[in-house]
C-alpha cells in the first residue's frame, strides 16, 4: 500500500473587500480584513482591478516609504512605472514581476504610465506584502525584477492545469526568482474537469486566493469563488480540481515567522519603537529621495 501525501483541505474562507489605494484606485484585499489581520508570512494581499480607464483616469501610488519587509508587484494586465530613492526606474508590463525587499528603506512610486495615463486602457494585478524575519528587516534594499518571458511556466500532463511559477517550483519548474525566506506564489489556471495534487511542505501556511471563476480545494471538494481566500490547513499537498468555466488563483505560501508584528501605514516591524523610528528616519530624510530629473508633462 503506497501512503499518499496528506491533503490540505480548507479551514478558512475569507470573501475579500473593496479598499481604495494609492491616488485613489480600487483594490481587492482579502489580507489584512476582519478577521484576518495577517496571514503569516503574508500582511498583505491586493488585487488591482481589473479595471477599464478612459483617458485621464488612471491613478497610482506617488512618493511614498517602506521599511521592514517586502512588495510583490505581479501585473496581469496594463503597464506601470516605477522609481525609487535607491535610483531604479522601470516599467511593468504583462506578465511581469518585481520583487523589491525594502529592507532598511526605500521611498517609490508606483504608478500607470504616461501612455495608460493618456490613452487609458485596462489594469489589472497584484501587490503582496511579504514580511521580513527581524534579523533582515534592516537588510539592504534590493530588486528583482522579471520579464514574463523569464517567469517558469509549466501544465499537468492532460493540460488542464496550467501555472506560472513566480516563486517555488510545481509541475517540475522551478522559480528563477530568489527569495530570503522560502515562498511560493504561483498563478494557477484551471480548467473544467482537472484534478491534480501538487506537494506543499508541511512547514508552510498555504492559502489560494481565486480571482477569476471558481475551483473545488482538497479531498473534501471545497468550492472557492472569485474574490475568495482559502487558508489551507496542514498537510504536505494540494489538490485542485477545476469546475465548468474554470477559474485562476493565487497559490501562496511561506513558513510563518512567528514574531511580533507593528505596523503603521507602510513600515512594518517587530515593535512600537521601531515603527516610532521609522517614521523619525523617514520624516529626517534617511530613506532618502526620488531624484527626478525635469519632466515634460
Ligand atoms: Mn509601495
Known amino acids: 500500500m503506497t501512503t499518499r501525501p496528506?491533503?490540505?483541505?480548507?479551514?478558512?474562507?475569507?470573501?475579500?473587500?473593496?479598499?481604495?489605494?494609492?491616488?485613489?484606485?480600487?483594490?481587492?484585499?482579502?489580507v489584512p480584513s476582519l478577521g484576518m489581520q495577517l496571514c503569516d508570512p503574508f500582511l498583505l494581499i491586493?488585487?488591482?482591478?481589473?479595471?477599464?480607464?478612459?483617458?485621464g483616469e488612471a491613478v497610482g501610488a506617488p512618493d511614498h516609504p517602506h521599511r521592514g519587509f517586502e512588495t510583490v508587484t505581479y501585473v496581469l494586465d496594463g503597464e506601470l512605472e516605477h522609481e525609487d530613492s535607491a535610483g531604479h526606474r522601470g516599467a511593468l508590463?504583462?506578465?511581469?514581476?518585481?520583487?523589491m525587499t525594502a529592507g532598511a528603506g526605500i521611498i517609490h512610486s508606483e504608478e500607470p504610465s504616461r501612455a495608460l495615463r493618456e490613452r487609458g486602457g485596462r489594469v489589472h494585478g497584484f501587490q503582496v506584502w511579504v514580511n521580513l524575519p527581524a534579523r533582515l528587516k534592516m537588510t539592504t534594499p534590493r530588486y528583482q525584477e522579471i520579464p514574463a518571458a523569464k517567469i517558469p511556466t509549466a501544465e499537468t500532463p492532460d493540460g488542464k492545469a496550467r501555472v506560472r511559477v513566480v516563486a517555488g517550483q510545481a509541475l517540475g519548474a522551478r522559480a528563477v526568482?530568489?527569495?530570503?525566506?522560502?515562498?511560493?506564489?504561483?498563478?494557477?489556471?484551471?480548467?473544467?474537469?482537472?484534478?491534480?495534487t501538487t506537494p506543499l511542505p508541511a512547514d508552510h501556511q498555504a492559502l489560494a486566493y481565486v480571482f477569476q471563476g471558481s475551483v473545488r480545494l482538497g479531498d473534501e471538494e471545497r468550492p472557492?469563488?472569485?474574490?475568495?481566500?482559502?487558508?489551507?490547513?496542514?498537510?504536505?499537498?494540494?489538490?485542485?480540481r477545476g469546475v465548468p468555466g474554470g477559474g485562476r488563483l493565487l497559490l501562496l505560501a511561506g513558513v510563518p515567522l512567528g514574531e511580533p508584528v507593528?505596523?503603521?501605514?507602510?513600515?512594518?516591524?517587530?515593535?512600537?519603537?521601531?515603527?516610532?523610528?521609522?517614521?523619525?528616519?523617514?520624516?529626517?530624510?534617511?530613506?532618502?529621495?526620488?531624484?527626478?530629473?525635469?519632466k515634460v508633462d
Open 6 to 30: 496528506q491533503v490540505r483541505e480548507v479551514s478558512k474562507i475569507v470573501t475579500a473587500h473593496k479598499q481604495r489605494e494609492g491616488g485613489g484606485f480600487i483594490v481587492r484585499r482579502p
Open 46 to 55: 491586493d488585487e488591482m482591478g481589473p479595471v477599464d480607464y478612459r483617458p
Open 93 to 99: 508590463r504583462a506578465g511581469d514581476v518585481q520583487w
Open 177 to 196: 526568482i530568489d527569495t530570503h525566506t522560502p515562498i511560493v506564489y504561483q498563478d494557477w489556471s484551471i480548467d473544467d474537469g482537472a484534478d491534480f
Open 224 to 240: 472557492v469563488a472569485d474574490g475568495q481566500m482559502a487558508i489551507l490547513g496542514p498537510g504536505e499537498s494540494v489538490r485542485f
Open 262 to 294: 507593528a505596523r503603521y501605514g507602510p513600515f512594518v516591524m517587530n515593535s512600537e519603537d521601531e515603527i516610532a523610528q521609522a517614521v523619525r528616519d523617514y520624516q529626517s530624510g534617511r530613506m532618502g529621495e526620488i531624484t527626478r530629473t525635469a
